[in-house]
């Protein structure tokens, strides 16, 4: 695991290779030809565009090739949830810590949650509230 934070931590992906990773992590692994399928029909893009973004995320060791006769098989070589606490681990360490709260708010009026999400985020939150700070300061200008 801490391979897989290493890597996510020195490389960006883009949002048109999460579109691609997103599909592989779902159909847990796919052809090139089952991707330009998905990806024609769902965004518009050319074989080739597609084949350069495969290209890409393998080049970051985000997918990993397997043989099966002539075909190349894509599976994914890193874990879906890693990817994304680490998006936005990335995301809260580039803004100010007085603006976490603010911003977790906000996501939280804007997307889409289970009942049972929302109940394990309120159950971390009680037990978060216990240690919290009255205010959190700045560390913007802290060495």
């Known amino acids: 695991m801490s391979g897989v934070i290493h890597l996510l931590e020195k ?13 592989v992590w779902t159909l ?10 998905i990806l024609s029909k769902k965004m518009d893009w050319s074989s080739s565009t597609i084949k350069t973004l495969l290209s890409r995320l393998c080049d970051k060791e985000f997918l990993g090739i397997k ?7 894509y599976y994914s070589a890193i874990k879906e949830q890693a990817a994304y606490d680490m998006s ?3 995301v809260f360490e580039s803004m100010c810590c007085m603006h976490y709260g603010e911003t977790l708010h906000d996501v939280i009026e804007n997307i ?15 037990k978060k509230r216990d240690t919290a700070p009255e205010e959190v300061h700045c560390k913007c200008l802290e060495e």
């Open 67 to 73: 043989k099966d006769g002539r075909k190349n098989i």
């Open 11 to 23: 490389t960006d992906i883009t949002k048109s290779e999460w579109e691609v990773m997103r599909i």
């Open 88 to 90: 936005v681990k990335r």
């Open 28 to 37: 847990r692994e796919t052809t090139s030809s089952q991707l330009t399928d």
């Open 112 to 126: 889409e949650l289970s009942k049972s999400d929302i109940d394990s985020i309120i159950d971390v939150l009680k």
